[in-house]
T-cell receptor, first 111, second 115 residues
């Protein structure tokens, strides 16, 4: 089966940079994605990596190393509104739409 | 375009009862997946549907069931509710049978409390 490990909590101050790591164990690999969820809100897609390397989307970047079964989400120029839970996820199988999520990392940004 | 709509938003039930939750996907989306979210376990996959067929099922007891209608709307049912079923139930939709960039669009969820 698949499993993903990520830290449960991270704290940072406004303007800082924070990295949220994710290690995974999968029987097959079909990309690593990241979702953000604010308290009381729906998870929303942030980023996706299918190949090794860095993907940049504004203040957010995501990195993947398939040989290490490892990825991270990098958040730069942190803002208070970035306080949320962040989940890494992999697809359950090659076809279909089911995602397997990590347990989430709660990011708290203070001023 | 309207997003994923889940109803009701909140539910309170007692142990032993059964409950039905509803999900309307984004217009044109044909795949629907359901997840259970609890503080300790994060998001756990329940089942996924495409064209009225259950394609995959997570590791949940048979008390959890679902279905999808011809208009892609989906329902999930939990029978004989237990205290541990208290959770946020999230529905997610996507356009086709598989995911592009692993993107799913989530609804705001139904928060179920079992007393």
């Amino acid at each position: 089966g698949q499993s993903l490990e990520q830290p449960s909590e991270v704290t940072a101050v406004e303007g800082a940079i924070v990295q949220i790591n994710c290690t995974y164990q999968t029987s097959g690999f079909y990309g690593l994605s990241w979702y953000q969820q604010h308290d009381g809100g729906a998870p929303t897609f942030l980023s996706y990596n299918a190949l090794d390397g860095l993907e940049e989307t504004g203040r957010f970047s995501s990195f993947l190393s398939r040989s290490d079964s490892y990825g991270y989400l990098l958040l730069q120029e942190l803002q208070m509104k970035d306080s949320a839970s962040y989940f890494c996820a992999v697809r359950a199988d090659q076809a279909g739409t089911a995602l397997i999520f990590g347990k989430g990392t709660t990011l708290s940004v203070s001023s | 375009k309207a997003g994923v709509t889940q109803t009701p938003r909140y539910l309170i039930k007692t142990r032993g009862q059964q409950v039905t939750l509803s999900c309307s996907p984004i217009s044109g989306h044909r795949s629907v997946s359901w997840y259970q979210q609890t503080p300790g376990q994060g998001l756990q996959f329940l089942f996924e549907y495409f064209s009225e067929t259950q394609r995959n099922k997570g590791n949940f007891p048979g008390r959890f069931s679902g279905r999808q209608f011809s208009n892609s709307r989906s329902e999930m049912n939990v029978s004989t509710l237990e205290l541990g079923d208290s959770a946020l139930y999230l529905c997610a939709s996507s356009p086709g049978q598989t995911l592009a960039k692993n993107i799913q669009y989530f609804g705001a969820g139904t928060r179920l409390s079992v007393l």
